[in-house]
């Protein structure tokens, strides 16, 4: 470590202090310069140290405000590295030099291992990010990658499944707090159905539907389980291949010591016959000394019959022992050959079972690879399956959204309707009201009489509208709950409908608006009616209540609520017209007020039905808002996650800044 701290000051003319005394700390396996503001001569003097003998495995470059040429010269310098397995330079602002030199990293360098890159926004450089995708799909070392916080939006995502598609060593990799959206969601479930390597992708915070999560879960437990099944199938077979080497050296050794022992048997089969043969030919040239004797005392031959005798005995006794000699050599060349062919038959017996035991291995090891095809195919249904729920998800989606626009066409025109009533009830009652202007004298006494039956059938009307008037609330605190579930439904999900949605609501707060101009007219004129006819002040008040109340139906409503409502206002009105028109005749009066309420009748059957209808649609909206709203809560609990974890980053960069928190980065 001191060497590197010499040579740093010696490529250095002004060498930082902080990085020298790191560079001279002893027994450090890690260069630590996080939060260090290097400049680009150190820069250059550390890529020049890089691609030597650097005896660091972890390099720690985070928060150190490179800059473009100085990030260049740091990962050119670590592309010949062989030393260096994890990389941080989270928090730098790299951007398309910083991309292309990591890209060219990713490509060249063959040990790094785990490389983290938070808080760059890498995304925001389409072509450099293209590039650095261009080099992570040619890696095959990297196993870890960190890109939190890059604004990596939809079509940095596609790049990134492109490049996971041809990658075949990256196990991990964190997106989190990105703008990927649905669009880069699917892209990534889509890769994996090629990669098989990935175990862990984080997407939260992405606005990525959880449908998609939950496949891109289900697909990385897939990966999982293939993965640990080819391990478990690695190391049997390791383990077999092993036992089988050693039952190989096993069985060599058998037979080296086998040969030894045949060749140690051969050496003592030749030097038992070698001494065999050494003692008959010591027999022979005894015999031939007695046989010269023998021919030189021929002549002594009476002499020494006796001596030729005890020669002729020894010569028997010799031959004798000869002949067991030759014998016994026999008989241990027999047991020798039987021993030897018994081992030979041995070793024949341990060879087979052996190959026994080897074919069972083999066998085995098929079974395993057939159980990893089965799983393989296992893993391909259950994939297609996934794609049949999403298509049947897409297909409800699709009718849902036809409906919503069937209910808004039918508001549309139940609107125009309405305005359409709106216009003739106004004709219709500037005309009874010339009428009524004329004949309020002639019809006083018969409206008197009359007042008293109006009153009895205004309080049953008062009541059924009451009970219309209770419903209509219900109605209204339900639709309201449901606008502001759907209005949060829609700030959430559709971000990118907003402008439309505002558009909306400004045309329906013009329609309410319109609404409320209708109603005060109306009120006015109800005002001038009542200045006329004051005998009819009291019936002026309960219509002008009933009035009041069918308005704010309208105004909360905005569907097809609206249109019942309305009609019950537009019988109201012809009612007001019809009493007006025949107070002279009782009964034409009687038969209207008949009709009245029977179309009132038909008008509350309708709205039960209408109402029936409305509730169910209510439930399952209601099922889907808490649907929503458990993602919303979970969102907001990531949220509130995420800004805690930023808080916290920021306040710990900025108490380990040297600069304190005069100047803290953005």
Request: proline share 1%; net charge neutral.
């Amino acid at each position: 470590m001191e060497e590197l701290g010499r040579a740093y000051a010696r490529l250095c003319a002004a060498p930082q202090e902080a990085v020298l005394r790191r560079l001279r700390e002893p027994g450090r396996a890690r260069l630590d310069l996080a939060a260090q503001s290097l400049s680009l001569e150190t820069c250059g003097a550390l890529a020049r140290l890089l691609p030597g003998a650097a005896p660091f495995a972890e390099v720690l470059l985070g928060d150190c405000g490179l800059s473009e040429e100085g990030v260049k010269l740091l990962l050119n310098g670590l592309c010949s590295n062989t030393t260096v397995k994890s990389l941080d330079l989270k928090g730098n602002n790299l951007r398309t030099v910083g991309a292309e030199a990591l890209g060219k990293l990713l490509r060249e360098n063959q040990s790094i291992r785990s490389l983290i890159l938070e808080w760059n926004s890498l995304g925001v450089w389409e072509e450099g990010f293209s590039f650095f995708c261009q080099g992570l799909a040619t890696n095959n070392f990297l196993q870890r990658l960190d890109l939190r916080n890059n604004q990596i939006n939809h079509q940095g995502a596609g790049e990134l499944a492109m490049a996971l598609k041809r990658n075949a060593s990256l196990q991990e990799l964190d997106l989190r707090w990105n703008n990927i959206g649905l669009l880069g969601g699917r892209a990534l479930l889509n890769c994996l159905h090629s990669n098989k390597t990935l175990k862990k992708l984080e997407l939260a915070g992405n606005n990525v539907p959880s449908d998609i999560l939950k496949a891109v879960e289900q697909a990385l437990d897939h990966n999982q389980d293939r993965q640990t099944i080819l391990n478990e199938t690695h190391s049997r077979t390791h383990v077999l291949s092993k036992e089988v080497l050693s039952l190989k050296n096993e069985k060599a050794k058998q037979f080296l010591d086998l040969m030894d022992t045949i060749d140690k048997q051969r050496e003592e089969i030749t030097r038992s016959s070698r001494m065999s043969t050494a003692r008959v030919s010591q027999l022979q040239e005894a015999l031939d000394d007695q046989h010269s004797i023998m021919n030189s005392l021929k002549a002594k031959l009476q002499m020494t019959e006796a001596a030729l005798a005890l020669a002729e005995q020894k010569v028997h006794n010799l031959g004798e022992l000869v002949s067991a000699m030759k014998q016994e050599q026999t008989s241990v060349a027999e047991r020798h050959l039987k021993e030897l062919q018994q081992q030979k038959q041995e070793g024949a017996d341990r060879e087979g079972k052996l190959f026994r035991e080897l074919s069972a291995a083999s066998e085995k090891n098929l079974l395993l690879r057939n159980q990893v095809d089965e799983l393989e195919k296992k893993c391909k249904v259950q994939q297609d399956q996934l794609f049949y729920v999403k298509q049947d998800l897409t297909n409800t989606t699709a009718e849902l959204k036809l409906r919503a626009v069937q209910a808004e066409e039918r508001l549309e025109v139940e609107k125009k309707k309405f305005k359409q009533s709106l216009e003739d009830m106004e004709s219709l009652r500037l005309k009874e009201v010339d009428r009524m202007t004329q004949h309020v004298e002639a019809s006083e006494r018969s409206l008197q009489e009359r007042i008293q039956r109006l009153e009895a059938i205004r309080i049953a009307l008062e009541e059924e509208l009451s009970q219309v008037r209770a419903a209509a609330l219900t109605e209204r605190g339900q639709a309201e709950e449901e606008l502001i579930k759907l209005r949060n439904q829609a700030r959430l999900e559709e971000q990118q409908r907003l402008e439309q949605l505002q558009e909306k609501l400004r045309l329906m707060s013009e329609l309410r608006d319109e609404a409320q101009n209708c109603y005060l007219r109306q009120k006015e004129v109800v005002g001038e009616v009542q200045a006329k006819a004051n005998q009819l002040s009291l019936h002026a008040d309960g219509l002008r209540r009933q009035i009041e109340e069918l308005q704010q139906d309208l105004n909360i409503k905005e569907q097809e609520k609206v249109t019942e409502v309305n009609k019950v206002k537009v019988e109201l009105q012809e009612q007001i017209g019809h009493l007006q028109a025949e107070r002279t005749a009782q009964e034409g009066l009687r038969e209207k007020i008949a009709a009245l309420e029977r179309q009132l009748k038909a008008l509350s059957s309708n709205h039960r039905e209408t109402l029936l209808d409305k509730e169910g649609e209510i439930s399952m909206l209601l099922e889907r808002l808490r649907m929503k709203e458990a993602e919303i809560s979970r969102m907001r609990e990531e949220e509130a996650q995420r800004a805690s974890f930023l808080q916290n980053a920021i306040m710990a960069y900025v108490q380990g800044s040297p600069l304190g928190p005069v100047s803290p980065r953005k």
